[in-house]
C-alpha cells in the first residue's frame, strides 16, 4: 500500500432494489450538472399602489438534453395579505403541462418546494426547452411583503 491506495476500484457500483425483485436503473449518467440562475421575485414584482397582478410566470431556460434534477422554489418571506398559489409546467407548442407541480398554495412561513418525485429527469418540451413557474394571487391589495427564489439543476447528457 503506497500513498493510501490499497489497488481497490475506487468507484462504487451499487443499486437499488424495488418492489418484486426488480431493479430499478441508476440516474442518467451526466456529461455536465449546470444551474439556471437564480430568480428572485419580491411583493413589488406582484403589484404597484392599489393594483395587484393576479397571474404571473417566470421561465427558466434548461440546455438542450438537460434533464431537471431538481427544481426548487424556495419561499424566504411570505406574502403578506394575498393568497399565492404556484405551479411548474413544461411549456409545449400547444399548451402548458402541468408536470413538475401541480397548483399549490404557498403556506404562510418560509419553505421549500421541490418538484414531484416522479417529474424528476422529465425533459423539457424539446420544441423551447422552457420550464415555467406559473403565480396565481388572491387578494384586495398587493402583498405587504414577500419573497421567493426559483431555480433550476439539471444534467446534461
Not at 490499497?6 to 468507484?11: E, P
Not at 462504487?12 to 440562475?37: C, V
Not at 394575498?82 to 408536470?99: C, I, P, R, W
Not at 420550464?131 to 388572491?138: A, D, E, F, P
Amino acid at each position: 500500500m503506497r500513498n493510501g491506495f490499497t489497488g481497490l476500484n475506487a468507484v462504487r457500483h451499487r443499486s437499488r432494489k424495488i418492489d418484486e425483485g426488480a431493479w430499478e436503473p441508476n440516474p442518467p449518467l451526466p456529461q455536465q450538472i449546470l444551474e439556471t440562475p437564480v430568480t428572485e421575485i419580491t411583493y413589488s414584482d406582484l403589484g404597484n399602489e392599489d393594483v395587484l397582478v393576479t397571474r404571473a410566470n417566470f421561465d427558466h431556460y434548461v440546455n438542450p438534453g438537460g434533464l431537471p434534477e431538481r427544481i426548487s422554489i424556495i419561499l424566504v418571506e411570505p406574502f403578506l395579505g394575498v393568497k399565492v398559489e404556484v405551479s411548474l409546467d413544461k411549456v409545449t407548442q400547444s399548451k402548458n403541462e402541468f408536470v413538475y407541480l401541480p397548483w399549490t398554495e404557498l403556506p404562510d412561513e418560509p419553505t421549500l418546494l421541490t418538484q414531484l418525485p416522479e417529474s424528476t429527469f422529465i425533459t423539457p418540451d424539446a420544441s423551447n426547452n422552457i420550464i415555467r413557474l406559473n403565480l396565481r394571487l388572491n387578494g384586495a391589495k398587493p402583498p405587504e411583503s414577500g419573497r421567493l427564489l426559483y431555480f433550476i439543476k439539471y444534467r446534461v447528457i
